[in-house]
């Protein structure tokens, strides 16, 4: 059974008519084909529930995986205050599961993935998305094994709200994990990067507590910006600046490389929220994005996608873009998707959306937690000859 992908996308007044617009449109480019599995990425301005009833209205009880995100992506572009919906069929299965619980503990979440992966003997892949805003996905990836593939993202909304979802089968909600075990016929290959360099600026973290850094160089962080871009600090606790800041990540040493942390905002009191912990004494450098970086990065993880799947041809591709790439290529929507296409081409599907943390594959480690990046994940087929 050749593996055959299809996207659709739509615009409506209401979540319900978005999400079945989208999944008639997907339906029908697909064909005769009978969907093994769908993706939804829908806007956060969209009640979930609605959106779920008319998706599945038209599915039926085919396994479907979803998050919410500022905008859409695919092949045709940039979709804002949309649904989109992306059929697989082909010789593989997919069980989709939802934890209510991942806010609430991020290790106890791990816990209960690996215990329903390893009841199979059989090779499988877990794709995942959760909730950006709360729970602790380092905590989340510390309890994974390096045996289980593991590719997912946090998803996004409303920064100044804190307002998103995640979508499992017929359940949905803020606070979970979304996750499906993929298994069969299937080549996924998994290419990363970003498009933010260091710029000179190092500060060293001197008090930091869970989610939250408090002071850079001794002084609350967000006068460490303030002073750095000329705008008072008590600004950078409100709109526009405070969810703004996401373009100004921190990379942290780590060894011979650095690793990018972002803010989600800065709070009243100056410190800023991350979704990550960072421990204090560090060194942590300025980094600031550019689109033409951006543009290579896409493509850099485009093409790492395609090795990753060897022989396989390229069927479909899911697109995890951090939500920092929104705010900076806003004036060139969707150019993350051209870039992509000059690797994959124009033919392939894609459907994607905006995130608040990326998770890829380590080797021999457990998954990896980024900030800032792209993921570019490639769905092709196995070749049994």
């Not at 060194?283 to 093409?303: F, K, N, P, T």
């Not at 992509?340 to 081409?345: K, W």
């Not at 599907?349 to 990046?373: D, R």
Request: a negative charge.
């Amino acid at each position: 059974m050749t593996l055959i992908a299809s996207v659709g996308s739509a615009q409506a007044l209401d979540g319900r008519e978005a999400g079945l617009q989208a999944a008639h449109q997907a339906l029908n480019r697909i064909g005769a084909n009978a969907p093994s599995f769908a993706i939804v990425i829908s806007s956060h301005q969209y009640q979930a529930r609605e959106v779920l009833n008319g998706v599945t209205s038209l599915l039926g009880d085919v396994p479907v995986l979803g998050f919410a995100s500022p905008a859409g992506l695919t092949h045709e572009g940039f979709h804002p205050h949309s649904v989109i919906v992306a059929l697989l069929s082909g010789d593989f299965q997919a069980d989709v599961l939802w934890y209510p619980g991942y806010a609430q503990s991020g290790r106890e979440t791990g816990t209960k993935v690996m215990q329903h992966a390893v009841a199979r003997e059989e090779h499988q892949s877990l794709l995942f998305f959760a909730d950006g805003f709360n729970g602790d996905a380092e905590q989340f990836c510390n309890m994974l094994s390096p045996s289980l593939d593991v590719i997912g993202g946090l998803s996004s909304g409303d920064l100044h709200t804190g307002n998103t979802y995640q979508m499992a089968g017929s359940q949905t909600g803020a606070g979970g994990l979304a996750a499906a075990f993929l298994r069969g016929n299937l080549k996924i290959g998994i290419g990363y990067d970003h498009g933010w360099d260091q710029v000179g600026k190092q500060f060293r973290v001197t008090r930091s507590r869970g989610f939250w850094l408090r002071t850079l160089d001794g002084r609350p962080a967000s006068e460490a910006y303030a002073n750095l871009f000329g705008y008072p600090a008590r600004d950078w606790a409100f709109p526009p600046l405070n969810y703004l800041s996401r373009l100004y990540p921190l990379g942290l040493e780590q060894g011979e490389d650095l690793i990018v942390r972002s803010l989600i905002r800065v709070e009243a009191d100056g410190s800023f929220r991350m979704n990550a912990t960072i421990r204090d004494g560090i060194d942590a450098y300025l980094l600031v994005g550019s689109r033409i970086a951006c543009e290579r990065a896409a493509r850099s993880a485009a093409q790492q996608a395609l090795i990753q799947l060897g022989s396989a041809k390229p069927v479909f591709a899911l697109v995890l873009v951090d939500i920092a790439w929104q705010l900076l290529l806003k004036a060139q929507d969707g150019v993350e998707v051209t870039a992509i296409q000059e690797i994959l081409g124009t033919k392939i599907p894609i459907a994607g959306g905006y995130t608040l943390g990326q998770v890829t594959p380590a080797e021999h480690e457990s998954p990896k937690f980024l900030n800032q990046h792209i993921v570019v994940i490639a769905f092709g087929e196995e070749n049994l000859i």
